[in-house]
C-alpha cells in the first residue's frame, strides 16, 4: 500500500499555542485527507486537501482554526491553533490511490494541557 | 448524507469463540465498504473490503459480504484470537462534492481473553 510518514507521532502542549502535522506520501496523490478522532470516538473527516487549490472543510471545522497547506503532491501539513484542552484527539492524515485504495498515516496524538 | 451503525463494544469473548460485528449502513448510490482495525496505540489498517453487492470482503479469517437488500456488512470471525483485540470500524465511501470519502461508524472494541 502507499507508506504515509506522520510525525508528531504524540505531542503535549500548552493551551493557546499551536501545533503543526506534517504528513509525507511516498507517491504523488490528488487528494490528502484530515481526520480527527477524539477519545473513544470514531473517525471524522475535518478537510479535504487538493493540491494546488483551498482545502476543502467539512460542517463544523474552519481553516483559522485548522490550517492546512498542500504545497505539492506528496506532502501536507494540518495546523491545530490557539489548541485548548478539547482539541486533545488523535489526528490521522489518509490519501486514496488507485491501487491502495485508502491508506492512513499512524496518527498523531495530542494531548492540550 | 451517508452513515454507518455499527453494534456498541466492548463485545467480549473467550479464545476460539464466533465472532460478529454488525454494521448497517445509509447511502445514496452504491458506495464501497470497509472493515478497518487500529490495534491499541496504532493507526488504522484496512482488514477488508468490498466494491459492490454479493462481494466478500476477507482477510486473516475475516470475513464480510455486502448485502445491498439488507443494507447490511457484517464481519464475521470463526475463532478469536487474543490478537484480534483491537477496535474495528466501519466505513463507506460515498460521494462528496465531486470526490469520494470515507464515513466511519462509531467503532466497536473487541476483547479477547485467553
Known amino acids: 500500500s502507499a507508506v504515509i510518514s506522520q510525525k508528531p507521532s504524540r505531542d503535549i502542549c500548552q493551551r493557546g499555542t499551536s501545533l503543526t502535522i506534517q504528513c509525507q506520501v511516498d507517491s504523488q496523490v490528488t487528494m490528502m485527507f484530515w481526520y480527527r478522532q477524539q477519545p473513544g470516538q470514531s473517525l471524522t473527516l475535518i478537510a479535504t486537501?487538493?493540491?494546488?487549490?483551498?482545502?476543502?472543510?467539512e460542517s463544523g471545522f474552519v481553516i483559522d482554526k485548522f490550517p492546512i497547506s498542500r504545497p505539492n503532491l506528496t506532502f501536507s501539513t494540518l495546523t491545530v491553533s490557539n489548541m485548548s484542552p478539547e482539541d486533545s484527539s488523535i489526528y490521522l492524515c489518509?490519501?486514496?490511490?488507485?491501487?491502495?485504495?485508502?491508506?492512513f498515516g499512524s496518527g498523531t496524538r495530542l494531548t492540550v494541557v | 448524507g451517508n452513515s454507518v451503525t455499527q453494534m456498541e463494544g466492548p463485545v467480549t469473548l473467550s479464545e476460539e469463540a464466533f465472532l460478529t460485528i454488525n454494521c448497517t449502513y445509509t447511502a445514496t448510490g452504491y458506495p464501497s465498504l470497509f472493515w478497518y482495525v487500529q490495534y491499541p496505540g496504532e493507526g488504522l489498517q484496512l482488514l477488508l473490503k468490498?466494491?459492490?453487492?454479493?462481494d466478500k470482503g476477507s482477510n486473516k479469517g475475516f470475513e464480510a459480504t455486502y448485502r445491498k437488500e439488507t443494507t447490511s456488512f457484517h464481519l464475521e470471525k470463526g475463532s478469536v484470537q487474543v490478537s484480534d483485540s483491537a477496535v474495528y470500524f466501519c466505513a463507506l465511501s460515498g460521494e462528496n462534492s465531486g470526490y469520494s470519502t470515507l464515513t466511519f461508524g462509531k467503532g466497536t472494541m473487541l476483547l479477547v481473553s485467553p
Open positions: 489518509s490519501v486514496e490511490t488507485t491501487l491502495y485504495g485508502y491508506t
Open positions: 486537501a487538493n493540491q494546488g487549490s483551498e482545502a476543502t472543510y
Open positions: 468490498a466494491t459492490k453487492a454479493d
